[in-house]
């Protein structure tokens, strides 16, 4: 049985080593991407503060569809350069959004989303998708989260051997 030791009373910096270990024991020894994705969804959304969605998104073609998360029910297809997910998947890069109502071309997946980071899934240069992460209070993701969180990517799109 898996035990986050990850609390909200944790600083950022701390919080985000604590997640790194816990998602390096997670997915030790599996390959299978869906069940890892599946995993580090959980651990993000039930260990960071004032989260109401973690997850992936999928490229399949030229769109992103909904992979494994936690939270509401999601959109399902989103085109590669629509909102926020699809802007960071085009362009390859973290998207920090203070304010999601001020983007244009915002997808209202959940109407209580306020502010969003995506980080892209990057393996070996190719697209695979993002990690999507929505919160109900306006600039609720900085800097720490954004290296957090793409630390976080970056163990799981490590080559699987």
Known sequence: ???????ADLAKEDLYSTL???????IAGEADLIANLANAAALIYHSLPDVNWAGFYLLRGEELVVGPFQGKPACVR?????GVC???AARRET??????HAFAGHIACDAASNSEIVVPLL????????LDVDSPRRARFDAE???GLERL????MRPMH
């Open 1 to 7: 049985m898996f035990e986050s030791h990850a609390t």
């Open 20 to 26: 790194a270990h816990e998602l390096e024991a997670l």
């Open 78 to 82: 989103i085109a590669l350069g629509r």
């Open 86 to 88: 699809g802007t960071a």
């Open 95 to 100: 998207m920090l959004v203070d304010d999601v």
């Open 123 to 130: 393996r070996e240069g190719t697209l695979v998708g993002v």
């Open 145 to 147: 989260d954004r290296r």
């Open 153 to 156: 990517v970056a163990i799981l």
